[in-house]
């Protein structure tokens, strides 16, 4: 068996021991004989499992009594539309600002459902920045101000959330949910797909103050209505559970490493290393502004990119994969994600120094 260090967005690496336990349980869970795939969803077994997970969730960030945890499907995508049918509540608009691609997307959904007012946008800087909050266009009759905490494609970054004043903020952050500690009542919502820093694909996690739900678009699939889903404590629909466990899993194994405080220091000094060398050579280069560099997601350029090519396939031979960047942005994105160990990015930065040195 080999393993390679994987640098993919997402779906991403998973953290070995949690990949190792799976595996022995895969097909009796706990002596019950039963693989979690098979298990009836309405099950004790089962049901002890979701409830373990969200605990430990609640537990890892800090929800607040007043928040859901909502366990659902669909994605970070399939949220862009569902945020907007249950959050409206009977207001004309909600403000967006635009970091990148992830935002974008939401954006145009959010259109579909209700006014979009674009209050920022950094597409000035080709999504490499941040804008100044000073310059935010709020309508403090906004239903909410949605933000992408981290950009997964730019590599753009929020260190700390906006102060948005008394609207709710709306956070999607699919990629740096669970990399660092996060003050729950600043948000009014938090979505994020699972598949970058908490299991496999297939589940939503969904965390929203109490008062914010209850006034869903009379359209909203049922499935999809916050309200439902909480009284149904995330089993309206048949959840996905094997994904469940498998973030139960993980969110033990962060615990484990010292909980969201230990998570970050190991995430920022990881990052530091990967920026320290960009920054110490003019072979590489990483587009985005210093105060907004992602944690989770670096992006870079050779100097020379014709040597494109070369380097992934040189970086692949020595285990280390999934570094092409997204094909909107070019060059390479390294998403290091709490499950990368940090020799996985002293790999990568001893692979550029080799490659420097042998093409520069
Ligand atoms: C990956 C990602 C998405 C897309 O999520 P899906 O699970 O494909 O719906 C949306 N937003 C951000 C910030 C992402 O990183």
């Given at each position: 068996m080999r393993r390679v260090f994987n640098f993919s967005p997402g779906p991403a690496a998973l953290p070995e021991t949690v990949l190792r336990q799976a595996a022995d349980e895969m097909l009796d869970w706990h002596g019950t004989g039963v693989s979690v795939m098979e298990m009836s969803h309405r099950g004790k077994s089962f049901m002890g499992i979701a409830e373990e997970a969200s605990s430990l969730l609640r537990e890892l960030l800090g929800v607040p009594a007043n928040y859901k945890t909502l366990f659902m499907q669909g994605g970070a995508i399939a949220e862009n539309a569902i945020v907007p049918m249950n959050m409206l509540r009977g207001k004309a608009s909600a403000d967006y600002i635009d970091t990148g691609a992830w935002s974008l997307r939401s954006i145009e959904e959010a259109r579909k459902y209700g006014g979009v007012n674009v209050a920022a946008s950094s597409a000035d800087s080709n999504y490499t920045t941040i804008p100044p909050r000073a310059g935010w266009q709020l309508d403090p009759d906004a239903a909410y101000v949605h933000i992408c905490s981290n950009e997964t494609i730019g590599g753009v970054e929020f260190d700390q959330p906006p102060d948005v004043g008394g609207v709710p903020l709306v956070a999607d952050m699919s990629s740096s949910i669970l990399s660092r500690p996060v003050d729950v009542s600043r948000y009014g919502l938090i979505y994020g797909g699972a598949q970058k820093n908490i299991g496999p694909a297939g589940l939503t996690l969904v965390i929203v103050r109490d008062d914010l739900i209850g006034q869903a678009l009379p359209c909203t699939p049922s499935a999809f209505d916050y309200q439902v889903v909480a009284d149904h404590d995330s089993m309206f629909n048949t959840p996905p559970t094997y994904a469940i466990y498998i973030a139960g899993l993980v969110f033990k194994w962060i615990q484990a490493q010292g909980g969201l405080v230990a998570m970050e220091a190991h995430n920022r000094r990881k990052a530091a290393l990967l920026y320290d060398h960009l920054d110490s050579t003019p072979f590489y280069r990483t587009p985005v502004a210093r105060d907004c560099r992602s944690l989770m997601n670096v992006t870079f350029f050779l100097h020379?990119?014709?040597?494109d090519a070369t380097f992934l396939q040189g970086a692949e031979e020595r285990g280390l994969v999934q570094l092409k960047g997204h094909r909107i942005v070019g060059g390479m994105r390294a998403s290091i994600y709490n499950a990368m160990p940090l020799a996985g990015v002293q790999a990568l930065v001893d692979y550029m120094k080799d490659f420097e040195a042998r093409h520069g």
């Open positions: 020379d990119a014709a040597l």
